[in-house]
């Protein structure tokens, strides 16, 4: 199954010229610095400081089987350090206690490991074909879960953008539709050399992304199926992502967010550790 690549998001700021007590409007945004403004956000409701997430991919597979899974996110981000992931796959039973880990410096791919107890190895993915391959079955991919999407990496957002209302559930929202374009140097590793995204005006959630081929057609499409609160932020409890070409659809739920209790160890985001981590204990965080 084809992974999805980077939908959802990451980075940096903007200024409104309004100045105090006068009558100017305000500027309006650029595609460059709403796209800024996701990156901040984070990928898939992801937030500065520590954070678990419980998580369940639901996937219908090109071949119409279906499956299941559950995870447990656990994810540190702080300006000026490297983005850290750990994923530990809880279910079902006999996956229990993979583990994947991410961990991205600034402006640099991410260094991503897969351990598999069965075999009591960990495994660096480095090759294009094993960090492009299909995440648990999923319509997303290693590469897709590590660069934490940081889209602004490997595309240009057009400065135009335009307006458009998406209705989730019983609310309608508006949003800027940006159009991104892949660098010239990344040309040869992204799947997809133009993107299109809908992200809310007022908190920068993407609540819609669509991915076009080399060919032009529409291959994959993000869509935000329900929204929800963590902390002040206004986040994704529900999104689908779906391969328009050959039908595979996975839908993810956040079950859970929370902050830990007490600071996580840097030992969780040891790729030499990965052996000595235990699944009942990593759910206890």
Known sequence: MKAVTKFVLAVLGLALLVGAGSLHAQQPLTGPQILQKVEEKGGMGGTQGELISDVKFDIIGKDKKTATNEFRFISKRKHGEPDKLLVAFVKPDDVRGTLFLSIKPQGKDADLWLYLPALGAVKQLVNTQERKGSFAGSNLSFEDLGSGFKYSESYTADEKVTEEKIKIGDKEYTTY??????????????????????????????????GYNKTNKLETVFEALALGKFEDDTVPDKVLIKNILDGSQTTITFMMRKRPAQPLPENLFDPNNLKNLKIDDLLKL
């Open 177 to 210: 539709v940006l159009t991104l374009r892949v660098k010239k140097e990344k040309e040869k590793t992204e799947d997809y050399p133009l993107r299109k995204m809908w992200v809310e005006k007022t908190e920068f959630v993407v609540l819609k992304g669509e």
